[in-house]
């Protein structure tokens, strides 16, 4: 079965960079999605990668994936307020009749001004 | 952009009773998720459906539970009897193939007493 690990808590200062880590247990081709919640909100798709992907970027946030280590990070560069939230990691099987995501238990990003 | 919209946006029930969520997946979206989040806790898988039908359900849907998609736009969940332990947020998702990325709506809060 599949596991995603996060870190619970992560604090920078307002326009350092975040990086937020995840790692997932299982090595079946998989995508691997990053989702960012503000308080009382819903999920909000911010990127996604597929496994055979190394590296995403999409203006402020980076995507890298290390398969060997099976290791996800969300980068997000200069930071604002407007970023802290929980951020969560989730991975989706293709291939194994399973559409389901699994979550990680989300990393609160706190920007401090 | 299209979105998944869910109402209500807060529900409070008391135990025992009977209690409907409702989802508006996005349009052209042919698969559908119900997933929740007790308070502090992981987002978790409850079910997915498609083409009229469950395709994957956990071990958290039992016989309580049950979804419909009664006309072209809706997708409803249903728990018959609620217990106090069915507080949480349900989030609704749907996407447009097995393997593409989900969208979720605001979720629904809702409240056993």
């Known amino acids: 079965g599949e596991d995603v690990e996060q870190s619970l808590f992560l604090s920078v200062r307002e326009g350092d960079s975040s990086v937020i880590n995840c790692t997932y247990t299982?090595?079946?081709?998989?995508?691997l999605y990053w989702y960012k919640q503000e308080p009382g909100a819903g999920l909000q798709l911010l990127t996604y990668?597929?496994?055979?992907?190394d590296m995403k970027q999409d203006q402020r946030l980076t995507v890298l994936l290390n398969k060997k280590d099976k290791h996800l990070s969300l980068r997000i560069a200069d930071t604002q307020t407007g970023d802290s939230a929980i951020y969560f990691c989730?991975?989706?099987?293709?291939?194994?009749?399973?559409?389901?995501?699994?979550f990680g238990k989300g990393t609160k990003l706190s920007v401090i001004p | 952009e299209p979105e998944v919209t869910q109402t209500p946006s807060h529900q409070v029930t008391q135990m025992g009773q009977e209690v409907i969520l409702r989802c508006v997946p996005i349009?052209?979206?042919?698969?559908f998720y119900w997933y929740r989040q007790i308070l502090g806790q992981k987002v978790e898988f409850l079910v997915s459906f498609y083409n009229n039908e469950i395709s994957e359900k956990s071990e958290i849907f039992d016989d309580q539970f049950s979804v419909e998609r009664p006309d072209g736009s809706n997708f409803t969940l249903k728990i018959r009897s609620t217990k106090l332990e069915d507080s949480a947020m349900y989030f609704c998702?749907?996407?447009?193939?097995?393997?593409?990325?989900?969208?979720f709506g605001d979720g629904t809060r809702l409240s056993i007493l």
């Open positions: 989730a991975e989706n099987l293709i291939g194994a009749g399973s559409y389901q995501l699994t």
């Open positions: 349009s052209n979206h042919l698969y």
């Open positions: 998702a749907s996407t447009q193939g097995s393997n593409q990325p989900q969208h």
């Open positions: 299982d090595s079946s081709s998989t995508y």
């Open positions: 990668i597929f496994s055979n992907m």
